[in-house]
């Protein structure tokens, strides 16, 4: 027996390497081997040997591309590194305008050079792999925080399960595209159509849809496809300078990237390389919406760095977005979950973009006037690569003689608050806060978030549930839920139940600087309210203070001094904190101090490696809390780098660079000082 099952392991490994050599020639090299019926003829062999000897089968192995049992929902997982999102350009002028910006940042007048690749209408992806195996495949989501997909994305066919080669990072993290070709498309929409199922409305929500299937066996009938762009995470050496060099290395590890990418050295060649791409975008088999430039060398694209969430060193510059005209009909207003009150267009409906339209964003007054927008109106709709179409013309000549104003309510259309528009600011917001339903939602989350009141177990959803059973209808209503109320709830039983009122009941000792960012007041973070705990010391001279007192506050300016006096004025946000008082929330006053400079304000810190009395997320918070801004990556402006066990290159870094290095004892040293200990709170 164990002769056969000898022979048996070594035709599998045989079967296994010629398979993956067939997989990397047709999907990566796009120069197919071997016919479709000898490859099939292969896998087949493979499959018969793994029913027979189970004990073979490993799961790089290709007959595992669809396997897992179907999904009841997607976890959702931490990016080590942000998905960052990229700003766009429309036009040449814009571009024009982006590539002197860096230019200006470099103080060189030199020609720079980058990378360009087509701008794929997809799904953006990160897969991680450990020893070269494939282990995760997580979404983009919000940039921060994407959800698990790992079974679907292994059945997608040029995304390699194992990478070949050498010189493969201990871990690596790749960033690209998943779409589903146009081809693909058609006959995804002609089966369903014959089958009166519904179509898809495009290739991207095909590709969106076919990954977020509960069962990979359906996302395994899709053909979709996957083109790299980028890596995130690595931990080991990469063997790349550029942007360029590290697409090169991708390939050669058996991941695709674009074939129509190329490296220029000028303004006018990226500018050549759009037309060139823009003529060839209707004869492609895969939809894009413009071309990605990058500044190919690493080292300049660190001196330029990022603003907001996006590099400055990268842009997309998108193709001429599709325009309809239309009329609108009406101007509705809606209340956002952070209180901004709205306009929103409704149209007679259109087709335009790939979609039919009768919503559109307007923005804020200040859009409706530049446009001298009025009901009735013909408008011009604009529908580019994202998703929400806008109003960006009227056509003044078609204006009916009964034509409407378009003016903004005075109170909250949910709530009945006044809608305030402080002086420099575009968006008009609903000033009900705690109280108005809309925010409701929003408010409860942050009320209840760790930096806030920290109640452990009162998750989104729960807090979803909460709000639309009707079960609250406040963050003080919290205080009133009953263990038994809620192990009624959907995946709630009696002990989960139990440690969430006992959650909710922790949190009525607090501090008073958690309790102020736990009212969510616009424009008042972590750092800002324990500045003006400080300052003030009890919420009684914090609600009495008038506009010349806030400003006064280090760190308050006129629009968060605005923000303040307006919450605290509004006779429903006194009713609800007299509510969280009755409730039983309570904090010691702040006393004996007479700034709100915190120790650490102004210095930048970074911290790596493993440390052994907090985690690393924990030193993080407190250092925060201490003042400090906190940065992911050593950069010449880092004050202090705390450097745990195993610290690697960015201790480095900071040792190249001469930044102070502190250890754990001395990191402990520094806490201690400003009162805190492990384990303690500040």
């Known amino acids: 027996m164990s002769t056969d099952l000898d022979h048996a392991r070594e035709s599998v490994q045989h079967l296994r390497r010629a398979i993956e050599e067939h997989n990397y020639r047709y999907y990566i090299l796009d120069e197919p081997s071997v016919p479709d019926a000898e490859y099939d003829r292969l896998l087949r062999s493979l499959q018969e040997l793994e029913a027979t000897y189970p004990q073979l089968i490993r799961p790089d192995s290709p007959t595992q591309r669809v396997g897992a049992k179907p999904s009841e929902s997607f976890v959702s997982v931490e990016h080590k590194l942000p998905m960052l999102s990229l700003d766009n350009a429309f036009g040449e002028e814009e571009f024009s305008d982006f590539a002197r910006r860096i230019g200006d940042r470099l103080k060189t007048v030199e020609a720079v050079d980058f990378c360009c690749e087509p701008k794929l209408d997809g799904i953006a992806i990160s897969l ?81 849809g076919s990954l977020r299937q509960l069962d990979p066996r359906i996302t395994a009938t899709r053909a979709l496809e996957m083109c790299c762009y980028s890596v995130g995470h690595v931990e080991g050496k990469l063997a790349a300078d550029s942007q360029w060099q590290m697409l090169q290395l991708l390939k050669t590890w058996g991941l695709r990237i674009n074939p129509l990418t190329r490296r220029v050295s000028s303004v006018d060649a990226c500018i050549a390389y759009y037309q060139d791409i823009l003529r060839r975008r209707e004869q492609l088999a895969y939809e894009i919406d413009g071309v990605v430039f990058k500044v190919d060398t690493f080292d300049l694209q660190e001196r330029l760095g990022f603003v907001s969430r996006a590099p400055r060193w990268a842009i997309a510059y998108k193709f001429p977005a599709q325009e309809e005209m239309t009329v609108l009909e009406n101007v509705e207003f809606q209340v956002g979950r952070t209180g901004a009150v709205t306009p929103v267009a409704r149209l007679k409906p259109v087709f335009v973009g790939g979609v039919t339209v009768s919503n559109a964003t307007l923005h804020n007054m200040d859009e409706i006037q530049r446009l001298d927008l009025r009901i009735g109106d013909t408008v011009i709709v604009h529908r580019a690569g994202d998703v929400i179409p806008k109003v960006v013309k009227v056509v003044a000549e ?29 968006v008009a917001r609903c000033s009900g806060g705690l109280f108005c ?6 408010a409860l989350i942050h009320f209840a978030s760790r930096k806030a009141m920290d109640i452990e177990g009162l998750g989104d ?82 609600m009495e203070a008038d506009l010349e007192a806030l400003e006064a506050v280090p760190d308050v300016g006129p629009i968060s001094a605005g923000h303040i006096k307006s919450f605290f004025e509004q006779s429903h946000n006194l009713e609800t904190i007299q509510a969280f008082r009755e409730a039983g929330i309570q904090w010691p006053d702040v006393s004996g101090q007479d700034t709100g400079v915190l120790p650490l304000t102004g210095q930048t810190v970074v911290v790596t490696g493993t440390l052994q009395s907090m985690t690393r997320d924990q030193a993080k918070e407190i250092l925060a809390e201490l003042g400090a ?28 660079l001469g930044i102070n290095i502190l250890d754990e004892g001395q990191l402990t040293e520094l806490l201690a000082s400003f009162g805190h200990y492990p384990g303690t709170t500040v």
């Not at 292994?154 to 399960?161: A, G, M, Q, R, S």
């Not at 992911?632 to 960015?650: H, I, M």
């Open 461 to 542: 959803k729960l807090v979803e549930m909460l709000v639309d059973l009707q079960m609250v209808d406040s963050p003080a209503g919290l205080y009133r839920l009953t263990a038994d109320q809620i192990a009624g709830l959907e995946r709630m039983g009696q002990k989960s139940a139990a440690n969430l009122v006992k959650a909710i009941e922790d949190s009525k000792n607090t501090t008073l600087a958690r309790f102020i960012y736990a009212l969510g007041i616009r424009e008042v973070g972590e750092a800002t309210a324990k500045t003006l705990a400080n300052q003030f010391g009890t919420l009684e001279k914090l």
């Open 437 to 442: 339903a809309a925010q409701r939602k929003q």
């Open 128 to 208: 991680t792999y450990e020893q070269g195996l494939l282990v995760r495949g997580v979404t983009r989501g919000d940039g921060f925080f994407g959800e698990d997909i790992t079974p679907n994305v292994k059945t997608v066919k040029n995304i390699p399960l194992r990478l070949r080669g050498e010189d493969i990072p201990q871990e690596l993290e790749v960033r690209g595209e998943i779409y589903l070709p146009k081809k693909a498309f058609e006959t995804l929409n002609r089966d369903a159509a014959e089958k009166n199922e519904k179509v898809f409305v495009n290739p991207r929500n095909a590709a969106a």
């Open 629 to 656: 801004k906190v940065a992911g990556s050593v950069s010449a402006k880092t004050s202090f780098l705390v450097a745990g066990e195993k610290a690697g290159s960015k201790l480095a870094k900071a040792e190249k």
């Open 398 to 426: 078609q204006r009916p003689p009964d034509a409407e104003v378009v003016q903004i309510p005075t109170e909250c259309p949910v709530c009945g608050s006044d809608v305030l528009q402080l002086e420099n600011e575009a």
